[in-house]
């Protein structure tokens, strides 16, 4: 598969700008609530119209601006699974897969697909049912297997996880990974749930503001997110301004600290990040002495809130999270980090 | 007894529901659609005949389709003529009831999930199937409850029909301006008649709506 989007809109207070290779597999769009990400993938499927721009798949010319080329949504050929999955409330679980079968005109051709589909989603036991008497899992699946029957080239997933509540959510991460990957088909995946997007994508984009960030391996974005906005979308709690000390130091203001590198610092640094949960009182560098504030407990972890010694008045403390059964007897009085992981953030 | 005033009445009502079911859901529909300041002048001009007095409503028809007026004069040579006649009903019921379906419809619509029409889309249906089977299905409530009122409405109207076709006994005459007639002569009676039919058609109506409405709580749809 091939996706280019170049795209922009003018959106209330901010302009989404988008510009977005990519060549297929998973994708995750991470980010916060009302940054645009929905609108970037209803613009893809056809259902919102950009102000200006291109969008090319596997070749063919969606949308563009220039030339006046936009393709109603019917003859994009692009899936798309809605947050509260668009079943027709209307229509028995099959009769909405049906809907999907729309373009098949061949009578047995539509029905042995139907019947395919519900095999392999394991819809038998609920075919006849009407959308409410199903369960947020069912509902999920039925939607997915009436997306995939109309054989889409694309697959655009708009939080697919936010309408479950959380044990339900893990067990369908699972099931749907299974379909992706059963389906093989090139997917897009919208969420502003960091797990959800780790577990399920090879590749992710942050976005912020209405502007697509940055494109990386899943595992190397989330160990090296590069900018402050990525940093704080992959879960890193403490963040402050820093600047460049020498080849492998920063200096931390805020902090009163001066901490030493793995990677190189290059001149341009704006801010340093310190994961909450790689915090060490046993490491030999980078050791400075804490004051802790409070203690909030939580089912599997304690999370302890600290200053530096030297900490600048009215900045926010700093988070410290150790597994319950890893906490020590007594605090330490130094709490250090490895060089490897203070996480280097430059400007977007 | 000479039924033909309900007769008349009943075949005024359904005909200009009818009209105003098609009517005032195209119209619900094109309205939502429309920039802001053109949806708001369009809005008014399709609810005033709801706050003006029928009796206006008529004057207006009248402007438009009396015999002496242009487009009167050309329907005339057709042979249709709006004044006076038992389908000149269907006019003027028609235009005072428009309002209650158009609303309602609005109403019902704007209310709708998008998303459901939205990946109908995606899944290749066309918009036509998308209206009639998937928007108008989750709005039948609000629809149900529109065509209702404008039947109600349709059946009840006096001002405009009375200016438009007046009442021509065994011609005209529909319960309403039947009732007004007789009490203007006296015949009080017969007045009383025709209100307990009115009644009785009244309290049918409203048994109906109740009937359909907890049938489809049973049935579950939205």
Redesign the interface.
Known sequence: MSLSVHIKRKLGNFTLRIDLEYEGGILGILGASGCGKSMTL?SI???EKPDEGRIVLNGRVLFDSEKRINL???E?N???L???Y?L???MTAEKNIL??L??EKDRTARQKKLEDVIEAMEIQKFRKK?P??LSGGQQQRV?LA??LV?G?ELLLLDEPFSALDAYLREQLQTQVRHILQKFGKDVILVSHNRDEVYYLCCDVAVMDNGKLLKLARTKKLFADPGSRAAAILTGCKNIAGARKAGEYEVDVPEWGICLKTAQPVRDDLCAVGLRAHYFNPKSRENLFPVVYLARREEPFEVRMMFRYAGQQEGTPDLWWRIPKDRRPQQMPKMLGIAPQNVLLLYPE | MDWYPLWNSVRIAAASCVIVFFAGIAAAYYVAKLPRVLKGLLDVIFTLPMVLPPTVCGYFLLILLGPRRPLGMFLARYGIQFAMTWYGGIAASAVVAFPLMYRTARGAFESFDLSLAYSGQTLGLSNTYIFWRIRMPACRQGILAGVVLAFARALGEYGATSMLIGYVPGRTATISTTVYQLWRTNDEAGAFRWVMVNLVISAVILLTVNMLESKNRKAGGT
Do not use: D, E, L, W
Request: net charge positive; glycine share 10%; with cysteine.
């Open positions: 209803k499927a056809g259902i109603k949504p019917q994009r692009v899936g798309y809605f947050q509260n668009a027709f409330p209307n809907c999907g729309s373009r009407y409410h008497q939607a009436r997306m109309s889409p």
